[in-house]
């Protein structure tokens, strides 16, 4: 008797969530965040990336509004590595500023000026994001080189539920600007 027709008989096994070929829901605990690099700098017309360096402008939105140059600015946008645990496994996932606004409750551009006044700010919101119970949609990365799943939607499953950047207000007695 050959194993193969064994194995047609007996049902097959879930497919691991990394070889998922089209969204997928899950619910899912955060066991970790990584604080060093929340958000990145991207030009505010066209979205491309830009270098930390303020100084360096979007060289194809410039070329393109060679009359108004200055309408070519930057923005940052989250881009958040977690590591958060199912049932079975505890793997590492991407979550891009769509998503990640959910939990932090403001724009990266936000969450960075008050992590510049705050320094302990984006490690304090990463502790109290850990252990939030969620319920995340995962798709495969759009760039065949990327490394994580990513977290395409969010729900916070805690009816209490506060966004990072409420803690973190709370926390250092910061009223909100309007």
Not at 20 to 37: F, K, L, Q, Y
């Amino acid at each position: 008797m050959s194993t193969s027709g064994e194995n047609k008989n007996q049902p097959t096994r879930k497919r691991p969530l990394t070889e998922i070929d089209r969204p997928t829901e899950i619910m899912c605990t955060v066991v970790a965040i990584d604080h060093t690099n929340l958000c990145y700098r991207v030009c505010s017309v066209c979205e491309r990336t830009l270098p930390e360096n303020s100084a360096v402008c979007c060289r194809h939105c410039n070329f393109s509004n060679s009359f108004n140059p200055s309408s070519s600015g930057s923005k940052r946008l989250f881009r958040v590595l977690m590591s958060i645990a199912t049932d079975t496994k505890v793997f590492v996932v991407i979550m891009f500023d769509r998503a990640a606004r959910v939990l932090f409750g403001c724009s990266a551009d936000e969450f960075f000026n008050f992590a510049k006044t705050h320094p302990f700010a984006a490690t304090t919101a990463c502790k109290a994001l850990e252990g939030e119970m969620l319920t995340v949609t995962l798709s495969k990365p759009k760039n065949g080189n990327a490394q994580h799943l990513r977290v395409i939607s969010v729900v916070p499953m805690r009816t209490g539920f506060e966004p990072a950047i409420e803690t973190l207000r709370e926390l250092y007695r910061v009223r909100r600007v309007s």
